[in-house]
């Protein structure tokens, strides 16, 4: 629930791609994702080594009925601190618990080798948001970065369809 609000929201939420790019192969034994019902993703991901320190790059655009683009958010942070860092921005406040609740192991440094880290039926919370969003598309970038080097992108295309 958000800022005490009592009705149901208008809309529903849908993820058309959720698309992982691997930049940095030899670095993973295994990373796939799947879109399942327009609403759920599964991913899991091994890596070959440790990783000591990540970087995040994060951007949420909007395209509204109009075609007109609102970047809603462009950060860069120490995804080390990701998952426990409290964010002004509240879409990306709502991204990060979303994906805490649905992740299996811990995302803190080191992430740690040969362990299955798994996304298990993740998706967006239409009551975690505002009640009222506009009928939209969004495409949110993920890219993490080991030492400056990009080791992996992660796209997420997805609609915004108010209820009739």
């Known amino acids: 629930m958000v800022h005490g609000k009592t009705q149901q929201p208008n809309f ?5 791609e959720f698309a992982i790019r691997l930049m940095v192969k030899d670095l993973f034994e295994e990373a796939n994702c799947e879109v399942y019902r327009s609403r759920f993703v599964n991913c899991n991901m091994i890596l070959r080594r440790n990783v000591d320190q ?3 790059e994060a951007t949420l655009d909007m ?3 109009n075609n007109k683009t609102m970047r809603l958010f462009n950060v860069r942070l120490d995804g080390c601190q990701f998952f426990d860092t409290l964010h002004k ?3 990306f406040n709502v991204f990060v618990k979303s ?3 649905a992740i299996h192991g811990s995302l803190n440094c080191p992430v740690i080798s040969h362990f299955n880290y798994t996304l298990n039926n993740w998706s967006l919370e239409e009551t ?3 009640n009222y969003m506009p009928e939209c598309v969004f495409k949110a970038d993920l890219t993490f970065l080991e030492h400056d080097k990009t080791i ?3 796209q997420i295309d997805g609609r915004i369809k108010h209820k009739n």
Do not use: S, Y
């Open 89 to 91: 921005n509240l879409l």
């Open 12 to 16: 529903r939420i849908f993820i058309n």
């Open 128 to 130: 975690d948001f505002p």
């Open 152 to 154: 992996l992108r992660l």
């Open 99 to 101: 994906l805490t609740n």
């Open 63 to 65: 395209l509204k009925t």
């Open 54 to 56: 990540v970087d995040v």
